[in-house]
């Protein structure tokens, strides 16, 4: 199924979209059924590229939002949780980053010769993969559903 190509046909995305944007963390919206969900997913998406389009056509090439919207900085996902499915909009950000180096003022490092899998498995204290097969659940397709 296409979607619309007109920005009028989203205002219920932009709305949610907005949403997001304004609060800390962003939003979840839920839905009945994973189809639901799914659909709305992807009009969010249109709805963004349709922003970008628009910004593409109003900014000048050296304006920070020319071919860009600000929705790129949220990030769309698909949970089921309790028989609902919820749709959460969050911004896309790294918590504790950590110290930002630039190579060119690192030292150059020495690394010891890389090991190999046969090594790797004599260092590992920790339990083999048949170990960990054998005490996991198996999860059918159906369960995500």
Same mark, same amino acid.
């Given at each position: 199924m296409s979607l619309p190509t007109s920005r009028g046909a989203f205002g219920d995305c932009y709305k949610v979209l907005d949403a997001a944007l304004d609060d800390e963390k962003g939003v979840r919206v839920e839905f009945r059924t994973h189809e +639901?969900? +799914?659909?709305?997913?992807?009009?969010?998406? =249109? !709805?963004?590229?349709? +922003?970008?389009? #628009?910004? !593409? #056509?109003?900014?000048d090439r050296d304006h920070p939002l020319y071919n860009a *919207? @600000?929705?790129?900085?949220? %990030? %769309?996902?698909l949970h089921a949780i309790n028989g609902s499915y919820w749709l959460y909009i969050e911004k896309?950000? %790294?918590e504790d980053l950590g110290t930002i180096e630039p190579l *060119?003022?690192? /030292?150059?490092?020495?690394?010891?010769? @890389?090991?190999?899998? =046969? #090594?790797?498995?004599? !260092?590992?204290?920790? /339990?083999?993969?048949?170990? %960990? !097969? *054998?005490?996991? /659940?198996k999860i059918s397709r159906r369960s995500f559903r």
């Amino acid at each position: 199924m296409s979607l619309p190509t007109s920005r009028g046909a989203f205002g219920d995305c932009y709305k949610v979209l907005d949403a997001a944007l304004d609060d800390e963390k962003g939003v979840r919206v839920e839905f009945r059924t994973h189809e +639901n969900a +799914n659909y709305f997913r992807m009009r969010l998406h =249109q !709805a963004r590229a349709i +922003n970008r389009k #628009d910004n !593409a #056509d109003t900014y000048d090439r050296d304006h920070p939002l020319y071919n860009a *919207s @600000p929705y790129d900085q949220l %990030v %769309v996902r698909l949970h089921a949780i309790n028989g609902s499915y919820w749709l959460y909009i969050e911004k896309n950000r %790294v918590e504790d980053l950590g110290t930002i180096e630039p190579l *060119s003022e690192v /030292p150059t490092i020495e690394y010891d010769e @890389p090991l190999q899998l =046969q #090594d790797m498995r004599e !260092a590992d204290d920790g /339990p083999t993969y048949e170990e %960990v !097969a *054998s005490e996991t /659940p198996k999860i059918s397709r159906r369960s995500f559903r």
